[in-house]
């Protein structure tokens, strides 16, 4: 019997004490003594008995702590992990961010001989940490990340960071549900909709039609309701569960984690996501927040009101409160179903400022669905030939362009990259997703609804006239015009904010240190996010995990990955082993990111250096969209010659 | 008491069956979702729902009892289906009662094709039927069901199904639904003629407490038609009948 009650105080207080910087946590098993030895941590999984929201619930945790320890690293180091597993059922911890050997990712069946850790068994991982930054660690095994098996990671830099600070917070996010993820994923497949209590409503069509102003505005509502009745979709389906505690460092809001400043201080918030199926929409009223981090890389500061922060991302940001007066941390989930809080104060033990009221919840509309009226027959969702087998590339030429409706749809914002000229002769459609929306004034977003009359062969700003009709012409025009709104754009996160705010974007980060020169992709491969939401399974080009065969792609290649997403859903996109680099239009600043969130019905270049060999896992951190199929195993081979013909 | 069996039989196939089928399903649920490697992603679950259980005031005629149930376990593609629906008069004599055993593939997104057996304990001779199915989604959000049967004798027949939700509010859901029986050729000893058997139409009001559980009241329209009729007359039965309906949802 492995089982231990745990009250909140004792499950928390050690996490709090672990979030007491600089001190190492409990998990620390021996010092160093010297280069030679490798720092020695140990993590020791079990059953326990939480009660987060006053009922007493089954849960897991690492040491007895949910969130697990915080793992403090120092870049340059190398680590030894031992986990112990005293669960009842196999598991794995996957070191999320960190750059490492396959053999060291921890996922069963993908990383490089790991099948997992068997109950009672110990699994010795060790590996060097060759990068500095804020990470952290998860169960890569089932759901029992949901559970509770998730923590921190701190990598201290070998170099002095570019900025300064005073204090160092950890703000570890997360979603708690009384529910056991088994029975999550049960409800979701039986009924789609079995959380969603925010439903169009014969009552919300009344209110709706009292408050249009004229005949036409109610037209328009209920032709849009008939619409999403026949395309069987729910524009109110932002969150796919409900019933969630949303926590910061294990903390619930009422609870109101601390973090104690004086005024004047400059404090480091490290922002980690670790909520299973929450995106958190985050502000600190009265204070702005400087980006000085993304996803463990420095970027160039930048300062913002706002940011959403997608499961599995992380941003550390630098706020100066400059009076001694309290201020609250709100972190509202996309779907408004809640909020996580914490308080900045002078002192310990204050109660939370009160929560304002939500914000307007969003509601999807046609640009969510990528201009594309909703599934019918046989497409999308359903298994489609594999285009990303092994030597498959896409686009593979012009011809094969005027069918690719889906990616010939969007102009993401690129890399400038794309468009100089030596790669112009040849005209690859890497390129052409490098289209800069700045140099196309015809192309911008307010005017995308006047695209469909438009004269392909004139379009500013394109100097390659015949490309530029070639990629049009996949346009789906009757879809367009549908609704008359505006294509997605790929990067702005639409939070709510009031006028003037400034939102984060994908845009506004500037790899502070770009780590690999820019150049062409050696191939396109587009992935397509694929899902049926009736019956709750997810995958990719209409392939679930089960499905599917691995992604092969070749050691020293530079591939890029033309994600557009047909479903409805935002889908943060992870790969293990390898960063993301998003074309988001910075050129060589293009952030490094391990997790890219994909928007809903939108399209998203990332360029990807393969140099890492070995097997790695390639998922949706969606957690209950990885385990009902949105995953892939990439293979990084050895096999030069053969990249191109496959 | 030969009528009380056939209530228990009836309600027994309805209900206990299914709900030992539904334990099962959780049992392979909790295996399906061990991390042993390799490990396939593809989630096994299941689900019961009992659309219609409900006892009918006849505001002309007799009451009768009612259920109309269904059990699914299996993958995102294929399933197997459970499915049974009858009727009983307030002497509580079952009157109709089928089960189907059904194996389901997933043909698009929203539809479902579906093959298997029926068999009908009531009303008597009994029958064994082959069934072929659509099952699915409509655009408008209607559920349809549409099955063909053909009888052990070699008859035709086929049903149609058309349901709606209505979300009033976010817990009080108005069903209406409509369901018509056909047949191919007449089947005296069973009491079917050919063409359009019979027409059934309902609006039932439901409250969800929670998804799993929704009270309703409702009213309920049966009408035989053509030779059905006929057969229903000369057997002293009524053709047509106006039912309040009270019962209870139920989906685990």
């Known amino acids: 019997m492995h089982d231990r009650t745990l009250s909140r105080r004792q499950a928390l207080g050690l996490g709090v004490a672990a979030l007491a910087f600089p001190a190492a946590s409990g998990a620390l098993a021996q010092p160093a003594v010297g280069r030679a030895m490798p720092r020695e941590f140990n993590l020791t999984l079990s059953h326990v008995t939480a009660n987060i929201t006053g009922r007493r619930r089954p849960a897991m945790a690492i040491n007895g702590q949910i969130p697990g320890p915080v793992l403090r690293f120092r870049e340059g180091e190398e680590v030894v992990i031992n986990v112990t597993n005293r669960l009842r059922e196999h598991t794995s911890i996957h070191w999320h961010g960190l750059i490492l050997p396959s053999s060291q990712d921890g996922v069963p069946g993908i990383s490089d001989g790991f099948q997992g850790i068997d109950a009672g068994g110990t699994h010795q991982y060790r590996f060097p940490l060759v990068q500095a930054g804020t990470y952290w660690y998860h169960s890569h095994s089932g759901v029992q990340e949901q559970s509770g098996i998730y923590g921190s990671i701190v990598i201290d830099p070998a170099t002095p960071e570019p900025f300064g600070y005073d204090r160092d917070y950890i703000v570890q996010l997360s979603d708690w549900t009384d529910e056991t993820p088994s029975h999550v994923i049960a409800n979701l497949k039986r009924d789609p909709g079995y959380y969603n209590y925010n439903k169009r409503t014969l009552a919300s069509l009344v209110g709706e039609l009292r408050r249009a102003p004229d005949a036409a505005a109610r037209s328009a509502i209920v032709s849009d309701r008939i619409m999403w009745g026949d395309m069987r979709m729910d524009p109110t389906d932002i969150e796919d569960v409900g019933g969630y505690t949303y926590l910061v460092n294990g903390y619930t809001p009422a609870q109101n984690f601390t973090g104690v400043f004086r005024p004047g201080e400059t404090v480091r918030l490290r922002f980690i996501n670790s909520g299973a199926m929450t995106h958190f929409d985050v502000r600190i009223p009265g204070l702005q927040m400087t980006v000085v981090q993304a996803h463990g890389n420095n970027v160039r500061p930048v300062t913002v009101d706002e940011f959403r922060i997608a499961p599995a991302e992380t941003f550390d940001v630098l706020v100066r409160p400059r009076d001694g007066r309290q201020y609250q941390m709100l972190a509202e989930s996309m779907g408004r179903q809640g909020f996580a809080q914490f308080s900045l104060a002078t002192q310990e033990g204050l109660p939370a400022l009160p929560l304002p009221p939500h914000r307007p919840r969003p509601v999807l509309t046609m640009a969510d669905m990528g201009m594309n009226y909703g599934p019918s027959g046989l497409d999308r969702g359903t298994p489609m030939p594999e285009v990303d087998a092994p030597g498959h590339v896409a686009p593979m030429d012009m011809g094969g362009m005027g069918g690719m409706d889906h990616s010939s749809m969007q102009m993401p914002a690129g890399g400038s990259q794309g468009m100089q000229g030596g790669s112009m002769g040849d005209m690859n459609h890497g390129g052409m997703a490098g289209m800069d929306h700045s140099s196309m004034p015809g192309m911008n977003h307010g005017a995308m609804g006047g695209m469909a009359g438009m004269d392909h062969g004139n379009m500013p700003g394109m100097n390659n006239g015949a490309a530029g009709a070639g990629a049009m012409a996949g346009m789906d025009h009757g879809a367009m015009g549908h609704g008359g709104m505006a294509m997605p754009d790929p990067l702005v996160n639409d939070v709510g904010a009031p006028p003037g705010a400034r939102v984060l974007s994908y845009r506004d980060l500037r790899a502070a240190k770009p780590l690999y020169p820019v150049r062409e992709p050696t191939r396109v491969i587009e992935i397509r996010l694929t899902g049926n939401m009736e019956r709750y399974f997810w995958s990719i080009n209409g392939n679930s995990f089960s499905q599917a065969q691995p992604i092969q792609l070749h050691l020293g290649e530079r591939v890029r990955f033309r994600f557009v997403n047909e479903t409805m859903m935002a889908h943060p996109m992870h790969i293990h082993g390898m960063w993301m680099i998003p074309q988001v239009g910075n050129g060589a600043e293009n952030p490094l990111l391990h997790t890219v969130n994909i928007k809903p019905g939108s399209t998203l270049d990332i360029d990807m250096e393969v140099d890492a060999p070995g097997g790695w896992a390639f998922h949706c951190h969606m957690l209950y969209h990885m385990e009902t199929g949105m995953m892939r195993k990439i293979s990084v081979v050895n096999s030069p010659r053969t990249a191109s013909a496959g | ?252």
């Open chain 2, 1 to 252: 008491m030969p009528g009380m069996n056939f209530q228990r039989m009836g309600l027994a196939a309805g209900t206990a069956i299914m709900l030992s089928f539904g334990a099962s399903t959780a049992r392979a649920q909790a295996m399906q979702h061990s991390t042993e490697p390799p490990f396939s992603h593809e989630v096994y679950t299941g689900a019961v729902l009992f659309e219609t259980l409900e006892y009918g005031f006849g505001l002309d005629g007799p009451n009768v009892g009612r259920w109309d149930g269904q059990a699914w376990y299996g993958g995102d593609t294929d399933r197997v289906w459970l499915r049974t629906e009858g009727e009983t008069t307030r002497s509580g004599r079952v009157e109709q009662a089928e089960i189907q055993l059904l194996y389901s593939r997933l043909l698009g997104y929203y539809w479902d094709i579906q093959a298997g057996v029926r068999y009908d304990i009531r009303p008597l001779p009994n029958r064994a039927y082959g069934v072929i199915g659509l099952q699915g989604l409509a655009p408008g959000l209607f559920e349809v069901g549409l099955q063909g049967f053909v009888s052990q004798e070699g008859d035709l027949s086929a049903r149609a199904e058309v349901s709606y939700d209505v979300y009033i509010t976010q817990r009080l859901v108005l069903q209406p639904n409509v369901e018509a029986n056909f047949a191919l050729q007449k089947v005296p000893e069973l009491g079917v003629g050919s063409g359009i058997n019979d027409v059934e139409a309902g609006f039932r009001l439901r409250y969800e407490v929670t998804r799993e559980v929704a009270p309703y009241i409702g009213i309920n329209y049966e009408r035989k038609i053509g030779d059905t009729a006929r057969y229903a007359r000369e057997e002293g039965e009524q053709v047509g009948a106006w039912n309040f309906v009270t019962g209870v949802r139920l989906f685990f």
